[in-house]
């Protein structure tokens, strides 16, 4: 179940990451409350593009080998993480706290949740592989 939530995860990062970097100007337009962020910026909308499609490399690699993969979805985590908080404290800071939180639950707040419960799941036990005796 947390593979398949990984790669869910991915798909919709990663294709987010794509349209950043290949139509940033589309994309500033079409996400509900980025305009109210600031102008347009086709170089940080990259950037910003560049940091999910890393994220998004990480859960599909979780998704693939959890029990190798336990690094790569926690930097997907303390990026995602670090991401909401800067949310928050903008929403905090804001005149419209309450509607901005409201707007950014489903597309930065659960992603980000999502992600670090993935990364603190417990892991598997991996059988160890040992050599038969002699």
């Not at 940033?24 to 109210?36: D, E, F, K, Q």
């Not at 999910?52 to 190798?68: K, M, N, Q």
């Not at 928050?88 to 706290?97: E, M, Q, S, W, Y």
Request: overall charge neutral; aromatic content about 8%.
């Amino acid at each position: 179940m947390l593979r398949a939530i990984a790669a869910v995860l991915a798909l919709a990062m990663g294709g987010d990451a794509i349209v950043q970097l290949t139509a940033p100007s589309w994309w500033y337009g079409a996400v509900p409350g980025v305009i109210a962020t600031g102008a347009f910026n086709a170089h940080f909308v990259r950037d910003v593009g560049a940091a999910y499609l890393v994220a998004a490399i990480g859960l599909a690699s979780f998704a693939r080998a959890p029990e190798t993969a336990r690094p790569a979805v926690a930097m997907s985590a303390a990026f995602l993480s670090l991401h909401a908080a800067i949310h928050i404290f903008d929403a905090a800071c804001g005149t419209r706290p309450l509607q901005d939180v409201i707007r950014d639950a489903g597309g930065v707040y659960l992603p980000a949740l999502v992600t670090l419960i993935l990364a603190l799941a417990p892991a598997r036990a991996v059988p160890s592989k040992e050599l038969a005796p002699c």
